[in-house]
C-alpha cells in the first residue's frame, strides 16, 4: 500500500476528526471508543470516587457505561471482565429523560429550600427509585417519596438489603452512575451539601452491601470543597480514581481516530503505522493500533513527525512539534482536555489546506500555531457550560496584560462589578430548571479573593512562583483580549 | 590650602554624557552623529557634516566640543568632536557594520550610533561571521559546535562535558571536545594520563596562524579515559588550550597566550582584516580537520568555554556555535551576570532572534532534593530574564512561560549528595556508576535532540 500524500493525509484528518470534535453532542461510539491505559481504574466497578476536570471525559465514561456494547469494548480493551456482570442505573446526569430515577433540577432546588429534607435522604430517595423498588415508585411525587425515605428507616434498609442479596445472589453488580453534579444546584454552598450527602450515601452502599456500588464522575474541585463529616469518610478518599490525559493518551486517541475512520485513508494509515505489529481487526470496523502506537512516546513522535514534521518551523530550534501542540493547550494544572486537542489538530489540517497545500507535510507548523485560537475558543466553550462563573470573572481581566500583579486582578474585578455578574449569573433562568446553565456559582461569590484562589484551582489561573503574580493560560489567553506583558520590541532589519 | 579638583566623571557616567551629547549635537546640527569610545574609554563626537560641510571654527562647533569636553572629562578623546567632512575615510565610522543604534533619525533629527574600539572588537555584540545559508559548509560547521558556556565557574561544566561527550559518543557520533578555558588550561577528564595530551593547543595555532605558519601542528587526541561502549562506532576527540612538549622542546604558554587576544591587520596587504573571532574559528577548524584527516569529520564539537564576560566566550557563544548551553544556578549573581550580557546582545537588534534561538539554559548542578518547584523557581527567573532582554513580545517563547522547549526552560542535571566527592579522574568506569548515568540522563538526552544528524556514512 502506499503511504499517505500530504493532502491524503490532511482530508483523513479533517474527516476522521469531524465528529470527535463535537463530543458533547455526539454519543461515544463503537469505533471511535478509545480506551486509554490511564483510565482503566476509572471504569472498575468498585471504585466510588472518579475525578476528573471539566472536559477530561467524565460525560463520555458514564454514557459509554450505559452501553452494552460500548461496556463490552471497556471490558475487553481493560482486561476486566467484571463489566460484563454489571447492571447499569444512572441516578444523575446532565440529559435527564421523563423516566429518570431522579428529579428535574427545579424540583430539587425546591426540595432543598426550606431544610426540610436531608441531602443524604435525598440521595437514598434516588437509589431507591433507580433500584426500582416498588414501595418508592408507588408514591406519585418528591416531597412524598422523601417523607417516606425519611419516616421509614427500616423499610429503607430492608429494600436495600433485598436489591443487594437479588443482584448478589445473580451474579451482578448494580451500579448506580452519578455524573454532571455542576448542574445540582446553582448555589454551591447548597451544591456542596447535596454532594456531601451522596458522598455518604455512597460509601453506605460500600460498607453495608456487596452488589450495590455507586460511581460518582465529579470535578476534583468539587470533590474537595463538600464537607466529609461523616464516619469513615477517608475510605472514599482511599477510594478514587482520576481521569488524566497523558501526552501519550493525547496522542492515543488521535491516532486511534485516523485508524478507525469510515472511509479513505484509515487503511493506509493503519498500514503505515504497523511496522511493530498490525492493528487488531476487532470486527465492525473497529481496529487497535499496535501498543507501542498508543503507549510509546518515541514511536508516536516518528508517526506525528510523518504527519508535522519534527519541527516549529524551519529547523530545530524552533521546538519539537510532537511536544509543542499539547505544551501549549496545557491549563493551569498541566492538563488537556481531549476535545481541545482534537479540535487543534483538524483545524491545523484545514488551515494547512487552505494556505500551505504545497507543503511538504500535512500540518503546517504556522498551521498549528494558527490553530491554537480556534482551539481557545473551544476550551472556553466547555467551561461556560459547567463553570460559567470562572468565564465571567476572566472576562472581566479584558484589554488588561498578564502577568498581573493579585491586587491588580481584584481591582479589575470590582469596577468590573463582578460580584453583582456572579450574583445574576447565580439568578439566571433559575426557575426554567434546564440542565444549559452553566453550573454552579463559586464557593464565596462575595469574597474576590476567595474567587481568585478558586480559579487557581481548577486550572484557570496560575499564580507564578517566584513573584506570585497571576497568570492565564494560553488556552484561555488566547480567547480573551488579555495580553502577555514582557518582550522587547525591536525593529526588523 | 589646596584647590578642589574640577568635578570629572566616572567611566560609566562619563558615556552616559556623551550619549547625551551626541543627541543634542543630532539635534542641532541636524546630521547623523557616532560616538566613538577608544581602548582607553575615551569618547568623541563624529558628526556626519559631508552633505553639507560644517566650517570646523563655527561657533556652534566649538561650543559643542567645549561642551563635550567639559561633560565627559577626563574620558574625552583627543578631540572632542570630528567633522565627517574632513575625515580621511569617514566610512569607517558612518558606515561600519559595528555601529550600535542609539536612537533613528527622525524629522530633522539625525540618528545616533556607538561605535567601539577595544582591543578585540566588539564580539559580544557584532554580526556573527558567517552568513546564513544552509548547505553552506562555514554554516554546517557552525551548526554542530555547541558552546557549554557558564557565567560562573566551579558549576561542573567540564565534567558534564565529558559525560556529554561519552553519551553522544555512545550513540554512535563522532564527538571532538576543544578547551577553549585558554587563561587555565588543565589536564582534560577525557585523558587517562597528561601523556595523551598532542604536542600542540588552540593557543599554538592563534600564534602560529598570526604569522601564516598555522600548518602542521599537531592539535588533537583521542579521549582515553572514557572508553565507548560497545559497536557503536563513536569516537571522542581532545583538543587542549595548550599542548605539552616533547621532552627538551620549550613552551612559553604564558608569553603565547599574551599575544592572541588581538585583531590582526591582514598578513598580505590587501586581505581582509583578520579579527579574532575569525582567527579563533581557524583554530577550531584546524582541529576539526585533523580529527576528519585521522579518522572522520566530527558530528559534534564541545567548545568548553570560559567563564565570566570574557572575549573567548563572546566568539563562541555569537559567532562559533550552533547551540550554546548556559549553565546556571539559581542565585542573583548568575542572573545578574546574565542579564549584563543579554543586555549587550539586544544592542544588536537584528541578530537577537537568531541568537535567541540559539540558547538553551543548563540546570547545572541542580540538586533537587525532593522539592519540584525549586526547578520551577528556575525557569521563572530564566523566562523572566529573557522575557526582559531577548524575547520579542509576538515570539512564540513569549506565551509560554512552561514551555519545555524554549531557550530559557532548564535542562536540568540533577545533582545529589551521594556525587560530591566522586572524582571522575580516578576512575574510568565512573560515568557508569547508576546513579552518575542518572542525574545526567535528561541533560544528554535532550541536548541530544537539539543537535543536527550525524554526517552521513562515507560511501
Same mark, same amino acid.
Given at each position: 500500500?502506499?503511504?499517505?500524500?500530504?493532502?491524503?493525509?490532511?482530508?483523513?484528518?479533517?474527516?476522521?476528526?469531524?465528529?470527535?470534535?463535537?463530543?458533547?453532542?455526539?454519543?461515544?461510539?463503537?469505533?471511535?471508543?478509545?480506551?486509554?491505559?490511564?483510565?482503566?481504574?476509572?471504569?472498575?466497578?468498585?471504585?466510588?470516587?472518579?475525578?476528573?476536570?471539566?472536559?477530561?471525559?467524565?460525560?463520555?465514561?458514564?454514557? #459509554?457505561?450505559?452501553?452494552?456494547?460500548?461496556?463490552?469494548?471497556?471490558?475487553?480493551?481493560?482486561?476486566?471482565?467484571?463489566?460484563?456482570?454489571?447492571?447499569?442505573?444512572?441516578?444523575?446526569?446532565?440529559?435527564?429523560?421523563?423516566?429518570? #430515577?431522579?428529579?428535574?433540577?427545579?424540583?430539587?432546588?425546591?426540595?432543598?429550600?426550606?431544610?426540610?429534607?436531608?441531602?443524604?435522604?435525598?440521595?437514598?430517595?434516588?437509589?431507591?427509585?433507580? !433500584?426500582?423498588?416498588?414501595?418508592?415508585?408507588?408514591?406519585?411525587?418528591?416531597?412524598?417519596?422523601?417523607?417516606?425515605?425519611?419516616?421509614?428507616?427500616?423499610?429503607?434498609?430492608?429494600?436495600?438489603?433485598?436489591?443487594? %442479596?437479588?443482584?448478589?445472589?445473580?451474579?451482578?453488580?448494580?451500579?448506580?452512575?452519578?455524573?454532571?453534579?455542576?448542574?445540582?444546584?446553582?448555589?454551591?454552598?447548597?451544591?456542596?451539601?447535596?454532594? %456531601?450527602?451522596?458522598?455518604?450515601?455512597?460509601?453506605?452502599?460500600?460498607?453495608?452491601?456487596?452488589? !450495590?456500588?455507586?460511581?460518582?464522575?465529579?470535578?476534583?474541585?468539587?470533590?474537595? %470543597?463538600?464537607?466529609?463529616?461523616?464516619?469513615?469518610? %477517608?475510605?472514599?478518599?482511599?477510594?478514587?480514581?482520576?481521569?488524566?490525559?497523558?501526552?501519550?493518551? !493525547?496522542?492515543?486517541?488521535?491516532?486511534?481516530?485516523?485508524?478507525?475512520?469510515?472511509?479513505?485513508?484509515?487503511?493506509?494509515?493503519?498500514?503505515?503505522?504497523?511496522?511493530?505489529?498490525?492493528?487488531?481487526?476487532?470486527?465492525?470496523?473497529?481496529?487497535?493500533?499496535?501498543?507501542?502506537?498508543?503507549?510509546?512516546?518515541?514511536?508516536?513522535?516518528?508517526?506525528?513527525?510523518?504527519?508535522?514534521?519534527?519541527?516549529?518551523?524551519?529547523?530545530?530550534?524552533?521546538?519539537?512539534?510532537?511536544?509543542?501542540?499539547?505544551?501549549?493547550?496545557?491549563?493551569?494544572?498541566?492538563?488537556?482536555?481531549?476535545?481541545?486537542?482534537?479540535?487543534?489538530?483538524?483545524?491545523?489540517?484545514?488551515?494547512?489546506?487552505?494556505?500551505?497545500?504545497?507543503?511538504?507535510?500535512?500540518?503546517?507548523?504556522?498551521?498549528?500555531?494558527?490553530?491554537?485560537?480556534?482551539?481557545?475558543?473551544?476550551?472556553?466553550?466547555?467551561?461556560?457550560?459547567?463553570?460559567?462563573?470562572?468565564?465571567?470573572?476572566?472576562?472581566?481581566?479584558?484589554?488588561?496584560?498578564?502577568?498581573?500583579?493579585?491586587?491588580?486582578?481584584?481591582?479589575?474585578?470590582?469596577?468590573?462589578?463582578?460580584?453583582?455578574?456572579?450574583?445574576?449569573?447565580?439568578?439566571?433562568?433559575?426557575?426554567?430548571?434546564?440542565?444549559?446553565?452553566?453550573?454552579?456559582?463559586?464557593?464565596?461569590?462575595?469574597?474576590?479573593?476567595?474567587?481568585?484562589?478558586?480559579?487557581?484551582?481548577?486550572?484557570?489561573?496560575?499564580?507564578?512562583?517566584?513573584?506570585?503574580?497571576?497568570?492565564?493560560?494560553?488556552?484561555?489567553?488566547?480567547?480573551?483580549?488579555?495580553?502577555?506583558?514582557?518582550?522587547?520590541?525591536?525593529?526588523?532589519? | 590650602?589646596?584647590?578642589?579638583?574640577?568635578?570629572?566623571?566616572?567611566?560609566?557616567?562619563?558615556?552616559?554624557?556623551?550619549?547625551?551629547?551626541?543627541?543634542?549635537?543630532?539635534?542641532?546640527?541636524?546630521?547623523?552623529?557616532?560616538?566613538?569610545?577608544?581602548?582607553?574609554?575615551?569618547?568623541?563626537?563624529?558628526?556626519?557634516?559631508?552633505?553639507?560641510?560644517?566650517?570646523?571654527?563655527?561657533?556652534?562647533?566649538?561650543?559643542?566640543?567645549?561642551?563635550?569636553?567639559?561633560?565627559?572629562?577626563?574620558?574625552?578623546?583627543?578631540?572632542?568632536?570630528?567633522?565627517?567632512?574632513?575625515?580621511?575615510?569617514?566610512?569607517?565610522?558612518?558606515?561600519?557594520?559595528?555601529?550600535?543604534?542609539?536612537?533613528?533619525?527622525?524629522?530633522?533629527?539625525?540618528?545616533?550610533?556607538?561605535?567601539?574600539?577595544?582591543?578585540?572588537?566588539?564580539?559580544?555584540?557584532?554580526?556573527?561571521?558567517?552568513?546564513?545559508?544552509?548547505?553552506?559548509?562555514?554554516?554546517?560547521?557552525?551548526?554542530?559546535?555547541?558552546?557549554?558556556?557558564?557565567?560562573?565557574?566551579?558549576?561542573?561544566?567540564?565534567?558534564?562535558?565529558?559525560?556529554?561527550?561519552?553519551?553522544?559518543?555512545?550513540?554512535?557520533?563522532?564527538?571532538?571536545?576543544?578547551?577553549?578555558?585558554?587563561?587555565?588550561?588543565?589536564?582534560?577528564?577525557?585523558?587517562?594520563?597528561?601523556?595523551?595530551?598532542?604536542?600542540?593547543?588552540?593557543?599554538?595555532?592563534?600564534?602560529?596562524?598570526?604569522?601564516?605558519?598555522?600548518?602542521?601542528?599537531?592539535?588533537?587526541?583521542?579521549?582515553?579515559?572514557?572508553?565507548?561502549?560497545?559497536?557503536?562506532?563513536?569516537?571522542?576527540?581532545?583538543?587542549?588550550?595548550?599542548?605539552?612538549?616533547?621532552?627538551?622542546?620549550?613552551?612559553?604558554?604564558?608569553?603565547?597566550?599574551?599575544?592572541?587576544?588581538?585583531?590582526?591587520?591582514?598578513?598580505?596587504?590587501?586581505?581582509?582584516?583578520?579579527?579574532?573571532?575569525?582567527?579563533?574559528?581557524?583554530?577550531?577548524?584546524?582541529?576539526?580537520?585533523?580529527?576528519?584527516?585521522?579518522?572522520?569529520?566530527?558530528?559534534?564539537?564541545?567548545?568548553?568555554?570560559?567563564?565570566?564576560?570574557?572575549?573567548?566566550?563572546?566568539?563562541?557563544?555569537?559567532?562559533?556555535?550552533?547551540?550554546?548551553?548556559?549553565?546556571?544556578?539559581?542565585?542573583?549573581?548568575?542572573?545578574?551576570?546574565?542579564?549584563?550580557?543579554?543586555?549587550?546582545?539586544?544592542?544588536?537588534?537584528?541578530?537577537?532572534?537568531?541568537?535567541?534561538?540559539?540558547?538553551?539554559?543548563?540546570?547545572?548542578?541542580?540538586?533537587?532534593?525532593?522539592?519540584?518547584?525549586?526547578?520551577?523557581?528556575?525557569?521563572?527567573?530564566?523566562?523572566?530574564?529573557?522575557?526582559?532582554?531577548?524575547?520579542?513580545?509576538?515570539?512564540?517563547?513569549?506565551?509560554?512561560?512552561?514551555?519545555?522547549?524554549?531557550?530559557?526552560?532548564?535542562?536540568?542535571?540533577?545533582?545529589?549528595?551521594?556525587?560530591?566527592?566522586?572524582?571522575?579522574?580516578?576512575?574510568?568506569?565512573?560515568?557508569?556508576?547508576?546513579?552518575?548515568?542518572?542525574?545526567?540522563?535528561?541533560?544528554?538526552?535532550?541536548?541530544?535532540?537539539?543537535?543536527?544528524?550525524?554526517?552521513?556514512?562515507?560511501?
Amino acid at each position: 500500500m502506499t503511504p499517505l500524500t500530504a493532502d491524503e493525509y490532511r482530508t483523513l484528518i479533517d474527516r476522521a476528526l469531524e465528529g470527535a470534535v463535537d463530543a458533547n453532542t455526539t454519543e461515544p461510539d463503537l469505533r471511535r471508543l478509545f480506551t486509554p491505559s490511564s483510565h482503566r481504574l476509572a471504569l472498575a466497578p468498585d471504585v466510588t470516587v472518579v475525578k476528573g476536570a471539566r472536559g477530561t471525559g467524565k460525560t463520555y465514561w458514564a454514557k #459509554a457505561l450505559t452501553d452494552p456494547r460500548l461496556r463490552e469494548i471497556a471490558a475487553a480493551s481493560y482486561l476486566m471482565p467484571k463489566l460484563r456482570r454489571v447492571e447499569i442505573a444512572t441516578g444523575f446526569a446532565a440529559d435527564r429523560r421523563a423516566d429518570a #430515577a431522579y428529579p428535574t433540577k427545579r424540583v430539587i432546588a425546591r426540595l432543598m429550600r426550606d431544610d426540610e429534607f436531608d441531602a443524604v435522604d435525598f440521595w437514598f430517595t434516588v437509589v431507591l427509585m433507580a !433500584l426500582q423498588v416498588p414501595e418508592i415508585a408507588a408514591i406519585g411525587d418528591w416531597p412524598g417519596r422523601m417523607s417516606w425515605v425519611r419516616d421509614n428507616p427500616e423499610a429503607l434498609d430492608d429494600a436495600l438489603q433485598e436489591a443487594d %442479596s437479588t443482584a448478589h445472589n445473580d451474579g451482578m453488580t448494580r451500579v448506580l452512575l452519578f455524573d454532571a453534579l455542576d448542574h445540582l444546584h446553582k448555589d454551591r454552598t447548597q451544591a456542596d451539601k447535596l454532594v %456531601s450527602g451522596l458522598l455518604e450515601v455512597a460509601l453506605e452502599l460500600r460498607l453495608t452491601t456487596t452488589a !450495590l456500588r455507586a460511581k460518582i464522575f465529579i470535578r476534583p474541585d468539587m470533590y474537595d %470543597s463538600a464537607p466529609k463529616k461523616f464516619a469513615d469518610a %477517608s475510605k472514599l478518599t482511599a477510594n478514587t480514581a482520576e481521569l488524566t490525559w497523558l501526552r501519550e493518551n !493525547l496522542y492515543g486517541l488521535f491516532f486511534h481516530q485516523l485508524g478507525n475512520y469510515d472511509g479513505p485513508g484509515a487503511a493506509e494509515f493503519r498500514a503505515a503505522t504497523s511496522m511493530t505489529g498490525s492493528w487488531r481487526d476487532e470486527g465492525e470496523g473497529r481496529f487497535i493500533a499496535p501498543t507501542d502506537v498508543i503507549a510509546d512516546q518515541t514511536r508516536q513522535e516518528a508517526v506525528f513527525v510523518d504527519i508535522a514534521g519534527p519541527y516549529m518551523g524551519t529547523d530545530r530550534r524552533k521546538g519539537l512539534t510532537y511536544t509543542w501542540v499539547p505544551n501549549h493547550l496545557q491549563d493551569g494544572n498541566e492538563e488537556v482536555s481531549p476535545r481541545t486537542w482534537l479540535y487543534s489538530l483538524r483545524e491545523a489540517a484545514v488551515v494547512s489546506a487552505e494556505r500551505y497545500a504545497g507543503h511538504e507535510y500535512a500540518l503546517h507548523y504556522d498551521a498549528i500555531r494558527a490553530s491554537l485560537h480556534g482551539a481557545a475558543r473551544i476550551r472556553v466553550e466547555e467551561l461556560t457550560e459547567d463553570i460559567a462563573w470562572a468565564v465571567a470573572a476572566v472576562e472581566k481581566l479584558e484589554g488588561g496584560e498578564v502577568p498581573m500583579e493579585p491586587s491588580l486582578v481584584i481591582a479589575y474585578w470590582d469596577q468590573g462589578g463582578l460580584s453583582a455578574a456572579l450574583q445574576d449569573l447565580a439568578k439566571d433562568n433559575a426557575q426554567d430548571g434546564q440542565e444549559d446553565d452553566g453550573g454552579s456559582g463559586p464557593r464565596k461569590p462575595a469574597d474576590l479573593f476567595a474567587v481568585l484562589e478558586e480559579l487557581i484551582d481548577i486550572g484557570v489561573l496560575t499564580r507564578r512562583l517566584t513573584t506570585g503574580a497571576i497568570d492565564l493560560p494560553d488556552v484561555y489567553r488566547l480567547y480573551f483580549n488579555i495580553g502577555r506583558r514582557g518582550g522587547v520590541s525591536r525593529k526588523k532589519s | 590650602m589646596t584647590t578642589p579638583p574640577p568635578p570629572s566623571a566616572r567611566f560609566d557616567a562619563a558615556w552616559k554624557q556623551a550619549l547625551a551629547h551626541a543627541g543634542q549635537a543630532a539635534q542641532r546640527f541636524g546630521m547623523d552623529v557616532v560616538v566613538t569610545r577608544d581602548l582607553l574609554g575615551r569618547a568623541s563626537l563624529l558628526v556626519d557634516d559631508r552633505a553639507a560641510p560644517l566650517p570646523a571654527d563655527a561657533p556652534d562647533v566649538l561650543s559643542a566640543s567645549a561642551a563635550f569636553a567639559a561633560a565627559t572629562h577626563p574620558f574625552t578623546g583627543l578631540e572632542p568632536v570630528v567633522l565627517g567632512s574632513l575625515l580621511f575615510a569617514p566610512d569607517l565610522f558612518f558606515a561600519s557594520s559595528d555601529r550600535t543604534e542609539i536612537s533613528a533619525s527622525h524629522g530633522s533629527v539625525g540618528s545616533v550610533h556607538a561605535l567601539e574600539r577595544t582591543v578585540i572588537g566588539t564580539d559580544w555584540t557584532s554580526a556573527p561571521v558567517s552568513a546564513q545559508a544552509p548547505n553552506d559548509e562555514d554554516w554546517d560547521r557552525r551548526d554542530r559546535r555547541v558552546a557549554m558556556y557558564g557565567f560562573k565557574g566551579g558549576v561542573g561544566r567540564s565534567t558534564a562535558t565529558a559525560m556529554l561527550a561519552r553519551y553522544l559518543a555512545d550513540r554512535g557520533r563522532c564527538v571532538l571536545v576543544v578547551d577553549l578555558d585558554l587563561e587555565s588550561p588543565g589536564v582534560s577528564n577525557l585523558l587517562e594520563s597528561p601523556s595523551g595530551i598532542p604536542r600542540h593547543g588552540i593557543v599554538d595555532h592563534l600564534v602560529e596562524a598570526a604569522v601564516g605558519h598555522g600548518d602542521g601542528l599537531e592539535l588533537v587526541a583521542r579521549g582515553t579515559a572514557l572508553p565507548v561502549r560497545g559497536e557503536s562506532n563513536g569516537e571522542v576527540w581532545f583538543a587542549p588550550a595548550g599542548g605539552t612538549p616533547r621532552a627538551g622542546e620549550r613552551s612559553d604558554y604564558l608569553a603565547k597566550l599574551n599575544r592572541i587576544y588581538s585583531d590582526l591587520a591582514p598578513l598580505t596587504p590587501g586581505d581582509s582584516p583578520r579579527p579574532f573571532a575569525t582567527r579563533l574559528e581557524q583554530a577550531i577548524s584546524a582541529c576539526e580537520n585533523q580529527v576528519a584527516e585521522l579518522s572522520r569529520r566530527p558530528d559534534v564539537v564541545l567548545l568548553d568555554c570560559r567563564a565570566g564576560m570574557h572575549d573567548i566566550a563572546a566568539v563562541t557563544l555569537t559567532h562559533l556555535s550552533g547551540l550554546a548551553l548556559l549553565f546556571t544556578v539559581d542565585n542573583p549573581s548568575t542572573w545578574e551576570g546574565y542579564r549584563m550580557l543579554f543586555e549587550q546582545w539586544r544592542q544588536r537588534q537584528d541578530h537577537v532572534s537568531d541568537l535567541v534561538e540559539r540558547l538553551r539554559v543548563v540546570a547545572a548542578m541542580f540538586n533537587s532534593a525532593g522539592d519540584i518547584n525549586r526547578l520551577l523557581a528556575l525557569q521563572e527567573r530564566a523566562y523572566n530574564l529573557f522575557a526582559d532582554t531577548l524575547y520579542e513580545p509576538d515570539s512564540t517563547y513569549i506565551s509560554a512561560p512552561d514551555a519545555e522547549d524554549a531557550p530559557h526552560s532548564p535542562i536540568p542535571i540533577l545533582f545529589g549528595n551521594d556525587l560530591i566527592g566522586l572524582d571522575p579522574l580516578r576512575s574510568s568506569a565512573w560515568p557508569e556508576l547508576p546513579m552518575v548515568e542518572a542525574v545526567y540522563q535528561t541533560f544528554t538526552t535532550t541536548v541530544e535532540r537539539l543537535l543536527p544528524s550525524p554526517h552521513p556514512e562515507p560511501s
